[in-house]
Structure formats: C-alpha cells, structure tokens
C-alpha cells in the first residue's frame, strides 16, 4: 500500500496552504517569483484561479494512513491539443521534506499525468540551486533541455531557472 495519494484540495486543508504560502522559505524553493509571504485572501484567489482554469489540475499530497496533506502538486499550462503541460510539486510540511515522499508524490503526479491525462510530454522549470528537487527530477527520468540564463534575482543574486522535460515513452522504460 501507498504511504501517499493525491485528491483534490479541501476546505479542511486550505489552513496548512495559508502556512506554507505564508512561509518564505518554502516559497523560495517552490516557484521562481519572489517569495513574499502570501494573505489568506491571496492564497484563496490563487486556489480559484486554479479550480476554474481548465489549464490547471491541483492536487493535494496526503498521507494514506490519515488523510493529512503534506504537500501540493499538479500541472499548469496544459495545452490539450499537444498533450504537454508543466508539472509543479511541493512538500510544505518542512518536517517530512527528505523522507522520500517526494519521490512517491512524484510518482503518482506523472502516472497521472501520462496514463490518465494521456499527455505526451510533461515539462517543468527548477531553480539551480534548488539541488534535491533536480535530483528527484533527474532520478524520475527528466531531461535537462535548457536554460533561462540569471532568470531569478535572490538576495541580491541571479540564479539560472533550468527547463526539464519528459516523454511518456521515456517514462514508461
């Protein structure tokens, strides 16, 4: 049995989304726009935004044994008439990140992706210095295609943004 599945996000679990979306360090890691602490009112929008756009699929990464959520995952930017869109994933509660289940949220997201949504790519942008999510990347099969070269100020620093992909049919070896 699975330790994790993926559901839709719930109103029960929108008190730990305020959390992480309110948190900088998470946001530092998850998304290349400055992470500046995000209002519930912000958050709730975003979630909408997500919840009408027929672009995007969110999911919940909760524990199997509990229902918990310890993170969020999904696909935006799906552009159905080339079966492609951009997966995003992360592990809010910072207690669990480097227990693995990363790597099974992972792979759920792209069983998903592949055999449900039927896509034939799935792409995805990581922040270089964000070193265990290439690493979970790279491990799941994705390609290191590109890079948006000092794309991310940080702290006075720029940063390259790396762009990944993976083809089903490299998937499925």
Same mark, same amino acid.
């Given at each position: 049995m699975s330790?994790?599945?993926?559901?839709?996000i719930?109103?029960d679990?929108?008190f730990?989304?305020?959390?992480?979306f309110?948190?900088?360090?998470?946001?530092?890691y998850?998304?290349?726009y400055?992470?500046?602490p995000q209002t519930k009112?912000?958050v709730?929008?975003t979630?909408?935004n997500?919840k009408?756009?027929k672009?995007s699929?969110?999911f919940?990464?909760?524990?199997?044994q509990?229902n918990?959520?310890?993170?969020?995952?999904?696909?935006?930017?799906i552009? =159905?008439?080339?079966?492609?869109?951009t997966? @995003?994933?992360?592990i809010?509660?910072?207690a669990l990140?480097?227990?693995?289940y990363?790597?099974e949220a992972?792979?759920?997201?792209?069983?998903?992706g =592949?055999?449900?949504?039927?896509?034939?790519?799935?792409?995805?942008n990581v922040?270089?210095?964000?070193?265990?999510a290439?690493?979970?990347?790279e491990k799941?099969?994705?390609?290191k295609e590109?890079v @948006?070269?000092?794309f991310v100020?940080?702290?006075?620093?720029?940063y390259?943004?790396?762009l990944?992909?993976l083809?089903?049919n490299e998937w499925?070896?």
């Open positions: 330790d994790l599945y993926l559901s839709d719930e109103e679990d929108m730990y989304l305020y959390q992480w309110s948190d900088s360090e998470f946001l530092k998850y998304d290349y400055p992470p500046i009112d912000e709730d929008k979630f909408k997500y009408e756009k672009e699929k969110v919940g990464i909760k524990m199997s509990d918990y959520i310890i993170g969020i995952a999904g696909f935006d930017d552009i =159905f008439e080339n079966n492609v869109a997966l @995003f994933i992360g809010g509660n910072s990140r480097g227990r693995g990363g790597k992972m792979n759920l997201l792209l069983n998903y =592949f055999n449900h949504m039927k896509l034939h790519r799935i792409q995805l922040l270089e210095f964000n070193l265990s290439i690493n979970l990347y799941s099969g994705f390609k590109g @948006f070269r000092e100020l940080r702290d006075n620093k720029r390259n943004l790396l990944y992909g083809l089903k499925e070896e």
